[in-house]
């Protein structure tokens, strides 16, 4: 499958700037901890499932 059909969803910023840069369309997903780790700009938050679910631009 290509990497541009992925959804990749994490609560750690490194790990979807990576998944990025391999071609991923991310989301993060907001976290108790989320804010200790830099997140790259533009990528979508959600913080629920029912968020996850229903997440637009991506």
Do not use: K
């Amino acid at each position: 499958m290509p990497a541009s059909r992925v959804l990749f969803v994490d609560d750690r910023g490194p790990n979807l700037a990576a998944a990025r840069e391999a071609g991923m369309r991310t989301i993060l997903f907001t976290s108790e901890d989320t804010d200790r780790h830099p997140v790259p700009a533009g990528i979508p938050r959600v913080g629920t499932m029912a968020g996850l679910v229903t997440a637009r631009g991506v």
